[in-house]
């Protein structure tokens, strides 16, 4: 888990990363769940909402984005987001290498 400006720094070092992005539902949901759980002080939820208003600007720089409104469905998007990049034709060509050579 990493920020935007993290995920930058890893991009450069390696360019076929898949960068996923979770994005709250909305804004108001987002403040509701820091508020619910009653671990920071009003303050701290405002610098916390400010932050997340600054990573949501970067959204599109990133290949993936899954919305966690609910828990269960995010975590089935992100299982498949993996599957999927595990899958694309750069990675099968590195791991399948020998056995495509049987098919020249």
Do not use: C
Request: charged letters at 30%; proline letters at 4%.
């Amino acid at each position: 888990e990493i920020d935007w400006q993290g995920a930058q720094q890893v991009r450069r070092l390696f360019p076929a990363m898949v960068g996923i992005f979770i994005l709250p539902p909305s804004i108001a949901e987002l403040e509701r769940r820091l508020l619910h759980r009653a671990k920071d002080s009003p303050g701290v939820i405002a610098k916390r909402l400010a932050s997340a208003r600054e990573e949501v600007s970067h959204v599109l720089e990133f290949e993936y984005i899954i919305v966690n409104d609910r828990f269960e469905a995010a975590i089935s998007d992100l299982q498949s987001v993996v599957r999927a990049a595990r899958v694309t034709r750069a990675q099968q060509r590195l791991r399948l290498e020998s056995l495509l050579d049987e098919f020249k």
